[in-house]
Every structure is written in C-alpha cells, then in structure tokens.
C-alpha cells in the first residue's frame, strides 16, 4: 500500500524556515519522480518544487525560486523541502506528489502537512 506522510509543518515568522519531509512507503521510491504541491484557502493547488528519480534535475515555481530547495534520500525514501525566507503568501497545506514519470502513471498524493506564516 502506498504511504506518503508529511511532517515538519508549522507556524513560522515572516523571514523564518521551515524544513518538510515526506515519508513514502509501499513503492520503489528511488525510481519515482516528487514533487511538492501547495494549496491556500481559496486557491487551486499549485505545483512548488519537482525532482526527478535520481535527483538530478529539480524545478520550482518563480515564486519560491531562491528560497526553496527541494531534496531526497533514496536510501531512506524521504523527500524534503527546505524553506527559508517565508512569506505571509506561502501560507498553505503543503502536499507531497508521486508519479512513476513526470507525465503518465498513476499519481500518488499524501495528506498535506500545514504551514502559517504570520507575525
């Protein structure tokens, strides 16, 4: 059974960090393409960072571009996102995405980990 469970949400100060894990389980972690996807009350969710199976590659949206690094461990099937110079804007449910290519398979999702950030 796939698992994906997300960790290390919170409530942070403007300019502060925030660093989230994703846990997976029940599939060949080191051969998936993750991502991280987030959603504000009233919005869509929208796509923050991506990485391909071997890490290699990564994208961002422009909006964390500079401040966010996406990361993982094969060996300990763990994504991260390290976030640093928060914004009241990056205020979300942070989801974490997983797909056996970036354009076709079957798309796993976790069930989203909270952060605020406010004053």
């Known amino acids: 059974q796939v698992q994906l469970v997300e960790s290390g949400g919170g409530l942070v100060q403007p300019g502060g960090s925030l660093r989230l894990s994703c846990a997976a389980s029940g599939f060949t972690f080191s051969g998936y393409y993750m991502s991280w996807y987030r959603q504000a009350p009233g919005k869509e969710r929208e796509l923050v960072a991506a990485?391909?199976?071997?890490?290699?590659?990564?994208n961002y949206a422009d909006s964390v571009k500079g401040r966010f690094t996406i990361s993982r461990d094969n060996a300990k099937k763990t994504l991260y996102l390290q976030m640093n110079s928060l914004k009241p804007e990056d205020t979300a449910v942070y989801y974490c995405?997983?797909?056996?290519?970036?354009?076709?398979?079957?798309?796993?999702w976790g069930k989203g980990t909270l952060v605020t950030v406010s004053s």
């Open positions: 990485i391909t199976a071997t890490g290699g590659s990564t």
């Open positions: 995405y997983a797909r056996v290519s970036s354009t076709w398979g079957i798309i796993y």
